[in-house]
């Protein structure tokens, strides 16, 4: 994740260059909270940025609380000069994220919440602790806390509530009704709920999963604050009928189920195998496994042999150690950046400036060709030297870098085409034979590689670079490499892949009619 620091200075000067008099209390909380932010202790914006509460938070800042508190009574004094200095830059596209880049942050955390089974109660202190077996463990720990509030759960709460899922929007809005009761029910104009609003969400998902004597009482509880309020009383009446009707047994305790999702098949290994490393066998378990120095009797090998790991014989994965150095791979973060078109994954946009899309994706690439950095064309050398395979265009893509956001990433799929009409083909090689993915980063929780059907993970190695076969000898697609990306808990995720296709390896990778090979 990366937000150029121009853009946060910029955000922060108009904060400066507004004259700002009355209700200055308003603003000066306002600043102080985004600003804290910010500030040094998290060591400059990219690292702060790599903790997902962060990011939510500077994001709902920007996106909800700065436009209420613009469009709030209290900036009266201000009005014109702050609405119409809102309403310049809010127009430059990327500026400031929009609703559905809010929404997607919301449902990144709910992902991570999921993947991780991370328990909501201590996400909402800041901290990442899973519950295994009746103990709350840490999954890791910041060095800061960032807590959210009332209002950052009852927004997490109340996008789980639009999609349905009263799984998700109990627990935040339980958090939520927690924390405005906590704060003594006050509103403060740059939120986006109240005490009332939560407690009105919270009582109709409980009702939803069939909590009926919860919901009466969270209603009543509404109804305190508002009373006035004939929807909420009628609400009350049909919980009350309804609990005469069909009074709970006192052992009913329904446990919530996760929403469905489409890819259920594979999400219990999925999940298993982003949490742990899976269950294969390890080289010190199977003797075939091995850690070796590898020149692959290249010229250019032999004074600085790779340090070669043998992960896996089926599907056969392979991991090169230090394959790129720390400014290699810097250099090629900032030619991705900078370069004209950056693809989104998972969203509407496509082919935009990297800055908007920062925002909005659950991760974005773009693609390098040789001439957009000397760099390049070393690192195909050095592929070629390593595997032996033939990496120049058309045998071979250009290089793809891909940059995850937050909670990003990549569900279970194959590289190699799966259907005869598949776009891949339109480079007349063939298929893509295998994957060269090189770690341009390191991350600082989860983010794992996971190989589904293989059963094992593994974790980012900075720096180093993962290889493995697509196809078949017989030039079939080989249903072991199904693999993921596994959400990134905390960090900044980036990964290049060279993708190579099945042409101009003849010699390399001889074809075999036998299944088996
Ligand atoms: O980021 C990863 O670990 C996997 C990425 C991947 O599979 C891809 O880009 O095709
Ligand atoms: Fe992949």
Redesign the pocket.
Known sequence: MVVSPSWYHLNMMSFHHTHITEPYSFFCRFYAKVSDLHSEVYSGPSASMANPLVAFTLIKRLQSEWVNLVYSNEAQENTQALRSGYEEVEEEEGYFPKLEDLQGAAKGLMRLQDVYSLQVGSLVRGQFKRINNGNLIDIYSPIISIPLSGDDCFLVGKVAYEQEDYYHSVQWLEESVRLFRGAGGEWSPENEGTLEDALDHLAFSHFKTGNVSYALSLSQELLNYDPMNRRVSKNIEMYERLLVEYPPLPSAHTELKRPKTTYLRTRNTYERLCQTQGTQPRHYENPRLFCDYFTNDSPGLLLQPIRREVLSLQPYVVLYHRFISDSEAKSIQDVAQTGVSVYCHGSVSNSTPYLALFWRCS?Y?AWLKETAHPIIGRLDQRITMLTGLNVQPPYAEYL?V?N?GIGGH?EP?F?HATSASSPLFRLNTGNRVA?F?I?LSSVDAG???AFIHANFS?P?VENAA?FWWNLHKNGQGDGDTL????PVLVGD?W?A?KWIHEYGQEFQRRCSPNPEE
């Open positions: 991760l690439s793809q891909v995850y990549y799929h590289d994957t993915m770690y983010g794992s590689t593994v980012v993962l693999h993921a990306g596994c995720k990964v892949n």
